[in-house]
């Protein structure tokens, strides 16, 4: 899970062919081009040690980040230790945010930029059996769904759009209430619910899948924030950091393997339950996700059509009263 559709019988998409790469296979042994003092940093991600996050744990145990001259700590995830306390606090120098949590975040006070946004496309999704006969979104009308509590803009805005009444259930990171018939759709992630749900007795042809995404309401996922006066007084040390994050996830990809043992670890430090086989297919989507369609290089920018919406969205939520300035949010390490 995470912090955070074609209308009739749309099926989830098969992983697309992998992003061609180099290897790196000798990264922690090769002398670093970095010749300065080594710098000590921070990393908050979202949530818990899972293979959402491989590319900075395999950066880390790789010796990327110290390639670059970094010295990386990864705070855990905690529910009840906020972001926006820990970076305005300076206690985390970069952190990984959904695109919406980020603007609140921003409008609210706490004076974060992204420097890049690899993550170009939504992972969420509102599943429905086909045995309930649900098979469009005007079937969904008074249906009873499963939303994760603290994350029901974006499905609140697609029931708007589409005028369809439901019930909304407050449900937590399972999907015991779908699979036992308490609710009628649930919302699940592409990477995570979604393959939980399908090795619970449920084949992929059983399912309706409709993606945000592909009803326009497409909430970016995973960026990479700083404070604004990091990316103007250190804008070297971002570099470095952005750098070193994408060679991480490019290593992950290129060793899958490799890659999943060391999120096993990070997860069994935490002392959290892990399969391999889900985090295989989760690090599987994500390579669909950073580089979709065979792409072999990672997005980095924003766009201000996406800001813009996300940002809208959420004033007419009433969550935020005035969209910051794109120009003051997005301040992209590379410009191309």
Known sequence: MCILFV?????????????????????????????????????????????????????REKGIYKKYGINLEIIPYEPFNTPSDLISSG???????????????????????????????????????????????????????GIWADYELQPKAFFSKYKVNVTIIPIGSTNNLFLAGGVDITIANWF?????????????????AFFFADFSLNFLEDGIYCLSDMRENDPQLCADFLKATLEGWRYAFDHKEEAIDIVVQYAHKDKLPVNKVHQGWMLDRYQDLYLPGGKTEF???????????????????GLIEEIPPYNSFFIPINKN
């Not at 970069?94 to 170009?120: C, H, M, R, Y």
């Not at 995570?192 to 309706?208: A, F, K, M, Q, V």
């Open 7 to 59: 209308v009739s019988g749309c099926k989830i998409r098969s992983a697309g062919p992998p992003g061609s790469s180099d290897s790196i296979d000798t990264l922690a042994t090769e002398t670093t081009a970095y010749k300065g003092k080594m710098r000590n940093v921070t990393f908050l991600p979202y949530w818990v040690s899972n293979a959402q996050f491989a590319g900075y744990y395999v950066a």
């Open 91 to 145: 206690k985390a120098d970069f952190a990984a945010l959904w695109l919406v949590n980020a603007i609140e975040l921003k409008a609210k006070g706490t004076d974060i930029v992204n420097i890049a946004q690899p993550s170009t496309r939504s992972s969420a999704m509102l599943l429905t059996k086909k045995s309930s006969g649900i098979d469009s979104i005007p079937q969904m009308e008074g249906k009873r769904v």
């Open 192 to 208: 995570d619910e979604y393959h939980t749900i399908i090795n619970s007795g449920y084949d992929p042809e059983d399912l309706n």
């Open 299 to 317: 997005n980095e920018l924003l766009l201000p059509q996406d800001y813009t919406f996300a940002g809208k969205v959420l004033q007419d939520a």
